[in-house]
T-cell receptor, first 114, second 111 residues
Framework: NAGVTQTPKFQVLKTGQSMTLQCAQDMNHEYMSWYRQDPGMGLRLIHYSVGAGITDQGEVPNGYNVSRSTTEDFPLRLLSAAPSQTSVYFC?????????????FGPGTRLTVL | GDSVTQMEGPVTLSEEAFLTINCTYTATGYPSLFWYVQYPGEGLQLLLKATKADDKGSNKGFEATYRKETTSFHLEKGSVQVSDSAVYFCALTQGSPQLSFGAGTTVTVRA
């Protein structure tokens, strides 16, 4: 199993550009989520999904869109990038979305918006 | 809302030293508590967890006890190694899989 994979590893954008961060998992997990990691702030939840076709907002959803058309994939879209979105982005998944489930994290995407 | 506060870093230690990272939480109910570790250049990995009061989580020589009376979940290891150099995150969930993280503590162990 590859676990949780994310692409790209690094990305530089100009303000106003759009892009999609890819996330895939091969563990047949129902629950997937996106976090951003900023210095001194830990990780904050952006969006999450409890299954294909179902998504919801987390703590910091503004400026980001998601969709979940398959169990395996959960892409994160930035429609018009802003410097405030410079961050490291992590995708995570867990088996059923239970409170006690271990969450598995991808290696992250480091995004810089100029 | 629920929140986690952990000690600020960075923390620098010599090999075989004792490590403690303090973590306290604020929650209205009975959260589950976690420690995640992030090694350089990698994503987060679950280190240990505790799901009810007085539970002790342990893994790789690390331990943490869920103390409801002090709302704490301090991480300890008796003898650290260079390979323990990482960022450690305390986190909680309550009623859902959404993790609330502390700010993270960077630990560097010198040979």
């Amino acid at each position: 199993n590859a676990g949780v994979t994310q692409t790209p590893k690094f990305q530089v954008l100009k303000t106003g550009q759009s892009m999609t961060l890819q996330c895939a998992q091969d563990m047949n997990h129902e629950y997937m989520s996106w976090y951003r990691q900023d210095p001194g702030m830990g990780l904050r939840l952006i969006h999450y999904s409890v299954g294909a076709g179902i998504t919801d907002q987390g703590e910091v959803p503004n400026g980001y869109n998601v969709s979940r058309s398959t169990t395996e994939d959960f892409p994160l879209r930035l429609l018009s990038a802003a410097p405030s979105q410079t961050s490291v982005y992590f995708c995570a998944s867990s088996y059923s979305g239970g409170e006690f489930d271990e969450q598995f994290f991808g290696p992250g995407t480091r995004l810089t918006v100029l | 809302g629920d929140s986690v506060t952990q000690m600020e870093g960075p923390v620098t230690l010599s090999e075989e030293a004792f490590l403690t990272i303090n973590c306290t939480y604020t929650a209205t109910g009975y959260p589950s508590l976690f420690w995640y570790v992030q090694y350089p250049g990698e994503g987060l990995q679950l280190l240990l967890k505790a799901t009810k009061a007085d539970d002790k989580g342990s893994n790789k020589g690390f331990e943490a006890t869920y103390r409801k009376e002090t709302t704490s979940f301090h991480l300890e290891k008796g003898s650290v190694q260079v390979s323990d150099s990482a960022v450690y995150f305390c986190a909680l969930t309550q009623g859902s899989p959404q993790l609330s993280f502390g700010a993270g503590t960077t630990v560097t162990v010198r040979a």
